[in-house]
Structure formats: structure tokens, C-alpha cells
């Protein structure tokens, strides 16, 4: 069917006749996804209509624009009771009942003088196909009258839109109004964002629930011991492919640099960065003073030494005097 504009086909197991609407152009993108119309040629009230098409197919038709009535007219066959459609008067308004929704000024399409609600109790809808006056036009009837049910199949599917977008119908086909962070004719792309990297000293843990480093994607970071995070701890990627934030940076917890004591020296190791996390500082006393305190710090996580400095004392200084003057 790809290589024809129009497309007939009879179905055997369906007691209808029914057809196709397929543009080439349309086909090439959208597989078989189509917008199709079927009649019955048996005839029933308004409601066993409905019942028939929905059983069958979708609905009754909901027209939509003048080529649909135009395709219609030329495609369907003359029938003298003509075709119920999906229109019907509830609480006094003419309403669509696929959608529910009132049918609007502009959508209108009665023939002259119509409705009539000439009968009263005119509280459906038919289409005149073929007729001499005011053919491809509506008329208010009867429910209760026998005419051909006018049906068609939807196009969009539960995975039109790849799930990420409304389906919306249109002539012989649909569109998809794709969510954010999603796009494309079948909103089967994801918006992307900048891979992101670990920080150095810290670590990443993301999730992608729709593509690696694209909309939705979270990451959270982390800094190892000793080290403290600058910049935010969480970003997600939004619906323009931007992050909410950068990677932070993991910066080495610095101490306060320690004083030598006084008659004493220090000499310091730096595994990490100056005086920071994980430096450690050993003192000693010069000759005739003692140690007073620790011998050794070490630069916690937390930016404390695990020690203050020792002190040097001179060593029994008052009791030499003592002794040589006695
Ligand atoms: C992306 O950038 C826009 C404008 O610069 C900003 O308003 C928006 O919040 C950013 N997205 C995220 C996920 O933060």
C-alpha cells in the first residue's frame, strides 16, 4: 500500500466495508500509523452505531476539518439513509462524544436551515455524503433512525510518542506534543547534557533513568576523608541540556600552620598539601631543655592538629645553681 496516495482495503473478517486514508508522505515517516475511516452497510440507530464502531474500530467520526469532509465525500459511497457520526445533543449542547467537548462556531458544518430539531427530539447527528444539496454537510435526526454508522481507527497508539508525549490526532495521521526533555516526530530523542566527571579526590554515583547524561539524569558527589566539598553536592539535568550545576571540586582540609617552640626546632612532612590533612610535624628540644608535651602531630580531618605544640623547658637549671653555690 506504500506505493499508492489512496489506499482501499476490503476486509473480510469485519461486517463493513472499510478503507484506508494513507498520504505516501506520511507513510515514510510513520510506519503504518494511520488515521482510517470504515462504514457499516448495515443500518441501526445512532447508539448500535456508536456500539459498532467502538467495537470495531475507535469511535464515530469526529470531523475535523474540510479536507476530512472532502475525503469523505469523495469515498464513501452513496447510501439513501446516509451515515451517523459522533455528534449528539447532551444537555442542549451539540457535543463531540469522542472528546466530550462542545463543537465549536467554526467547526460547524450544517446543511441550510439545519438543525431543525424539526421533530424535536432531533438530538443526532448525520453526514450527507453524495446527496444533490448540501452534500459533505450535517443534519440533525432522529436517534432513533436506521442509517450506516460512519467510523474511523485512531492513528496514535499506546507507543505513538515512544511514551514521552500526547498523541494527537489529526486527518491521517497524528502529532506527538512531546514532554520536556524530550523531542523529535515521535519525541523518541532525549535532550542531552555535558558528561560530567568525578571529581578528583571524590566520587560520582548518577542515575539516568532516560540516557546516559541526559534529561533526568541526577548525580551526587562525594569527597573523600580529609577533604571538603566547594560547590553543591547534587545536579540534574534539565529540559534544555543544561546542568542545574557543575561538578564541585574536593579541596584538602588545611590546618593552621603550628609555631616551632621556643629553644626547640620542627620539621614537617606534607603527604597531601601544606599543612593540611595528613601532615605531620615532629619537634624537638635543643641541648639542656626537655620535651614538654606531644613529640608528634598529625593534621586531622577535621583541620586540628591531634596535638598543640610541646614546650622546651631547660633542664634542672635552678638546682645547678643550688648546688654550686652550696
Ligand atoms: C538551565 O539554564 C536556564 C537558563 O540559564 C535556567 O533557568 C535553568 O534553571 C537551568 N536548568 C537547570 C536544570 O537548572
Request: aromatic share 10%; proline share 5%.
Amino acid at each position: 500500500m506504500r506505493e499508492r496516495d489512496l489506499s482501499w482495503h476490503l476486509s473480510k473478517d469485519l461486517p463493513s466495508t472499510c478503507f484506508l486514508l494513507c498520504l505516501s508522505e506520511f507513510l515514510a515517516h510513520q510506519g503504518t500509523d494511520c488515521w482510517t475511516y470504515h462504514y457499516s452497510e448495515k443500518l441501526m440507530n445512532w447508539q448500535s452505531a456508536r456500539k459498532f464502531c467502538q467495537e470495531n474500530y475507535t469511535d464515530l467520526v469526529a470531523i475535523q476539518n474540510k479536507r476530512e469532509i472532502e475525503y469523505l465525500e469523495k469515498t464513501v459511497p452513496f447510501n439513501r439513509h446516509y451515515y451517523w457520526i459522533g455528534i449528539r445533543k447532551i444537555r442542549n449542547t451539540w457535543t463531540w462524544v469522542g472528546t466530550n467537548k462542545p463543537l465549536a462556531a467554526e467547526a460547524e458544518n450544517w446543511g441550510t436551515g439545519e438543525p431543525n430539531n424539526k421533530k424535536s427530539r432531533e438530538d443526532c447527528v448525520e453526514i450527507y455524503i453524495k446527496r444533490t444539496r448540501d452534500s459533505g454537510r450535517w443534519n440533525d435526526d432522529a436517534c432513533h433512525k436506521r442509517k450506516a454508522a460512519l467510523c474511523y481507527t485512531a492513528s496514535c497508539q499506546p507507543g505513538s510518542c515512544s511514551g514521552h508525549g500526547e498523541c494527537v490526532e489529526t486527518i491521517n495521521n497524528h502529532t506527538c506534543s512531546c514532554d520536556a526533555g524530550h523531542y523529535g516526530p515521535q519525541c523518541q530523542f532525549v535532550v542531552q547534557c555535558a558528561a560530567l566527571e568525578t571529581p578528583e579526590l571524590g566520587s560520582m554515583v548518577c542515575t539516568h533513568p532516560f540516557g546516559t547524561f541526559s534529561f533526568g539524569s541526577q548525580c551526587a558527589f562525594n569527597c573523600s576523608e580529609g577533604t571538603h566539598l566547594a560547590g553543591m553536592e547534587e545536579a540534574h539535568c534539565g529540559p534544555f541540556g543544561n546542568w542545574s550545576s557543575l561538578e564541585p571540586t574536593c579541596h584538602v582540609i588545611q590546618c593552621e600552620p603550628p609555631t616551632a617552640p621556643d629553644l626547640g626546632s620542627m620539621d614537617c612532612t606534607h603527604p597531601l598539601a601544606n599543612f593540611s590533612f595528613t601532615s605531620t610535624c615532629t619537634f624537638s628540644c635543643s641541648e639542656g631543655t626537655e620535651l614538654s608535651g606531644e613529640k608528634r602531630t598529625v593534621c586531622g580531618s577535621s583541620g586540628l592538629w591531634s596535638s598543640p605544640p610541646p614546650i622546651c623547658q631547660r633542664k634542672f637549671a635552678q638546682h645547678t645553681e643550688d648546688f654550686k653555690m652550696g
